[in-house]
Nanobody, 127 residues
Framework: QVQLAESGGGLVQPGGSLRLSCVAS????????IAWIRQGSGKEREFVAV??????????YYGDSVKGRFTISRDNAKNTVFLQMDSLKPEDTANYFC??????????????????WGQGTQVSVSS
């Protein structure tokens, strides 16, 4: 099975940028749909972005609250998925997880369908 490890979180001012990394080990990242999912304090988990597995076209989808500000990408040579976050807002403050599955295309936005999870990295947006 695949193991996932996130890094890159931290404290940033509103309007700033951060890039999160999710390194996959044990399996090839491009064989999985890999998503970023966040959970703020006292809130439900929220779908942020996904890049689908190579076999299904490597499509990218975003949650409505981050569309136009966040970009997901994958570096196959590094077996890593990135989340570039620009124009950050205080409401983006959350613990960010990467997660993976090989389920059908129709399930890539469903946070409860992901089988493999990293430990999370905290992002705090505050002045």
């Amino acid at each position: 099975q695949v193991q996932l490890a996130e890094s890159g979180g931290g404290l940033v001012q509103p309007g700033g940028s951060l890039r999160l990394s999710c390194v996959a080990s044990g399996r090839t990242a491009s064989d999985y749909n890999i998503a970023w999912i966040r959970q703020g304090s006292g809130k439900e988990r929220e779908f942020v972005a996904v890049i689908t597995r190579s076999g299904s076209g490597s499509y990218r989808y975003y949650g409505d609250s981050v569309k136009g500000r966040f970009t997901i990408s994958r570096d196959n040579a590094k077996n890593t998925v990135f989340l570039q976050m620009d124009s950050l807002k205080p409401e983006d403050t959350a613990n960010y997880f990467c997660a993976a599955h090989k389920k059908p295309f129709s399930l890539v936005r469903q946070v409860g369908e992901y089988d493999y999870w990293g430990q999370g990295t905290q992002v705090s947006v505050s002045s």
